[in-house]
């Protein structure tokens, strides 16, 4: 008889594993780590932000714009991380004080809906570019994050001031140390 309880209680808590939602991917995009950099210049200030989200492997990157072509309206960026470029992604949100920002996320998540995955709704100032993320390293051992970002709008490009206006350049260390013990 005792034998017979176990079985029910192990069969019991089998359904209930197998019944409840799993790890959902909103999850995953909760910050592990964050950091933040910015430079300013005489035409204003521009900021990069990575998160390296719970999901393994998985990062964001945000970036605030603050010059002198807010004013001609969305502003596009030219940005290049570790070597993978997009030379023309647009801003995708206006702040109060006329910054403009952009986040792109490495992965698109899901959600479960009556027992279906599906993609999420982001917000509309994310964007989804798993391949911009090729070569980030989500690890410390894995070297720097070096990103590279120029603006421009109407024919006119603004790069950093305090560098020949060059390339805004931007150098992250992750601080994930260790590997993840479950990845995936």
């Known amino acids: 008889m005792n034998q017979l309880k176990k ?9 209930i ?16 780590h964050s950091q933040t950099q910015k430079v300013v210049d005489a035409d204003g200030e521009v900021s990069v932000r990575v998160d390296w989200l719970e999901r393994p492997g998985e990062m964001a990157i945000t970036i605030t714009y603050y010059g002198y072509l807010t004013q001609e309206g969305m502003a596009n960026v030219y940005l ?8 023309f992604l647009t801003m995708k949100k206006e702040l109060k004080n006329r910054a403009q920002r952009l986040r792109i996320i490495s992965f698109h998540p899901t959600v479960v ?3 279906i995955n599906k993609l999420s709704r982001i917000p ?7 391949l911009l993320f090729k070569n980030a ?4 051992q894995f070297g720097e994050l070096v990103i590279e970002a120029k603006f421009f ?5 603004d790069g950093d001031g305090n560098n020949n206006n060059e390339n805004y350049r931007f150098v992250f260390t ?11």
């Not at 290049?80 to 030379?87: K, L, P, S, W």
């Not at 390293?137 to 410390?140: A, G, L, T, V």
């Not at 992750?174 to 995936?184: I, N, Q, R, T, Y």
């Open 7 to 15: 079985i029910i209680l192990f069969a019991l808590l089998l359904t």
């Open 17 to 32: 594993i197998i019944l409840l939602p799993g790890h959902t991917a909103m999850a995953d995009l909760n910050i592990v």
């Open 80 to 87: 290049n991380v570790n070597g993978e470029a997009r030379e």
């Open 113 to 115: 809906e009556d027992g």
């Open 124 to 130: 509309d100032d994310s964007m989804v570019d798993s």
């Open 137 to 140: 390293p989500y690890y410390q």
């Open 153 to 157: 709008c109407h024919g006119r490009w």
């Open 174 to 184: 992750s601080p994930v140390k260790g590997f993840a013990m479950d990845h995936f």
